[in-house]
């Protein structure tokens, strides 16, 4: 698998007071800043404006950063042919300036990889290896869990777990203990590196404790998750599966906003007749969708909710890990706290998994 991202031979460990990051921002002048940012009751990722300092006492935010990486919205190209002419084709492969993003949770770190075994397998996205390689991102470990239904130590994560980042800082009350993972993320600690100290023996225990602390707060639990993949298999067809699924008004919420959902359509549009113009679009698309299989026969492999609820888990927890080794769920519980109708990804699994003892 390719890795968009250059590792650093070994990590880069300093000392940052919270008086100090502001300065450190302003001095990353030259990228796009991104940090978490409260508006219309939701937090979200934003540019930060001039002057101000990156508050980073949020939960998750409600959209995860993989739009960064893999836009809802991309153009392949645009075409342009006239009459009894071939056309001709522009391609739109992004350029982007650099982007650094403040406070990504550790969840949303691990579904970085998660990603790339998808677009930067065997078969190279070229647009997706653009916008990935010009992101940095800077995660901010979670002291206590960010929401109620977190439960990345289920899924083989934890509160401080450095995957898919380029920095990992943690908040030691009045300083943060920063990390750099990657040659990118050192060479920001680099840039401001008059702002930065060395930890010393008390910061490394604060540091140690901290992390230790975080993985004791309570958090959802699921079985034992080697047993899961084949538990679901057994269960594949369950009556279960429409039985949980009778709420579902399927909006697409819980894969929208998934950190490794990465389903899309690609469509023409068509933008002059005079000549011929026009452009291929992806979006992002979701197999909660009723027409997401529908076939040209009119045959859908999918027709209800319960099958596509069952496709959904099955991605995250059977498929992924059988082709991937690894479960495709990172832990973060968004797809819990935004469905408007209460679908729960953690009480299915148990009781699915369960059922199948």
């Not at 302003?26 to 930060?48: E, I, K």
């Not at 005079?274 to 197999?287: A, N």
Request: charged letters at 20%.
């Amino acid at each position: 698998m390719t890795t968009p991202t250059t590792s650093s031979a070994s990590a880069v460990e300093k000392i940052l007071h919270k008086k100090n990051l502001g300065e450190w921002v302003a001095q990353l002048g030259a990228y796009d800043v991104q940090t978490p940012v409260f508006g219309d009751d939701a937090w979200s990722y934003q540019a930060l404006g001039d002057g101000q300092t990156p508050r980073l006492d949020h939960p998750n935010t409600v959209e995860p950063p993989k739009g960064f990486h893999f836009p809802q919205r991309e153009v392949f190209y645009t075409y342009r042919q006239v009459s009894g002419e071939a056309p001709v084709l522009d391609s739109t492969v992004p350029d982007p300036a650099t982007t650094v993003v403040f406070g990504v949770r550790p969840c949303d770190g691990r579904g970085v990889p998660c990603n790339d075994r998808v677009f930067s397998g065997e078969m190279e996205d070229p647009y997706y290896r653009a916008r990935r390689s010009g992101t940095i991102l800077i995660g901010l470990a979670c002291n206590k869990p960010p929401s109620a239904n977190c439960f990345c130590l289920a899924v083989g994560g934890s509160p401080h777990s450095d995957d898919g980042l380029d920095i990992l800082m943690t908040d030691l009350e009045n300083r943060y203990a920063v990390k750099a993972l990657t040659d990118q993320g050192a060479a920001l600690v680099t840039l401001a590196e008059p702002l930065f100290g060395e930890p010393g023996d008390r910061d490394r225990k604060d540091l140690e404790e901290t992390h230790a602390l975080s993985r004791q707060h309570p958090q959802r639990t699921l079985p034992d998750m080697e047993a899961v993949p084949g538990r679901l298999e057994a269960e594949f067809d369950s009556p279960l599966w429409s039985e949980m699924a009778r709420a579902c008004i399927g909006c697409g919420i819980c894969t929208f906003l998934c950190p490794t959902c990465h389903c899309f359509d690609i469509t023409d549009e068509v933008t002059g007749s005079t000549p011929l113009e026009g452009r291929r679009v992806r979006t992002w698309d979701t197999c909660q969708f009723p027409d997401f299989t529908m076939h040209s026969s009119g045959h859908n492999p999918r027709p209800d909710c319960g099958s596509r609820l069952r496709q959904r888990v099955c991605h995250k927890f059977l498929y992924f890990f059988e082709n991937h080794g690894t479960h495709q769920c990172v832990g973060c519980g968004r797809c819990i706290t935004e469905c408007p109708v209460g679908i729960d990804i953690v009480a299915i699994v148990n009781r699915v998994a369960g059922h199948a003892k």
